[in-house]
């Protein structure tokens, strides 16, 4: 299987920086990983209507790593970076116009 490139939006990069460093870490290698495995048994699919990309969640305790996933372009493109609660996914319209 050829390998996905990864791709973290500014604003992502920026959360992550802000991560404390034990977190920051664990966050850095699991979006590492994901040019092996888009789809980690650790992710989940999110619900978003009419997109030609997959949007999926990885949970790391309380933070969250948004991401979509191009199969026809193998790419995977980090959006953000949350700490849940009170992160609610109400952003996700706003982060997708972001990889436009």
């Known amino acids: 299987m050829t390998a996905f490139r990864v791709f973290v939006t500014p604003a992502a990069l920026r959360q992550t920086r802000q991560l404390p460093g034990h977190v920051r870490q664990r966050v850095i290698r699991a979006i ?4 092996h495995e888009p789809r ?12 030609r990309i997959e949007l999926r969640r990885i949970r790391l305790a309380r933070w969250r790593i948004v991401y979509a996933v191009s199969e026809t372009d193998r790419i995977v493109d980090v959006l953000a970076v949350r700490r849940r609660p ?5 952003d996700l319209p706003g982060l997708l116009r972001s990889l436009t």
Request: charged share 20%; proline share 10%; no cysteine.
């Open 86 to 90: 009170p992160y609610d996914y109400g």
């Open 32 to 35: 590492d990983a994901l040019a």
């Open 40 to 51: 980690p048994a650790s992710s989940q699919a999110l619900r978003q209507a009419d997109l």
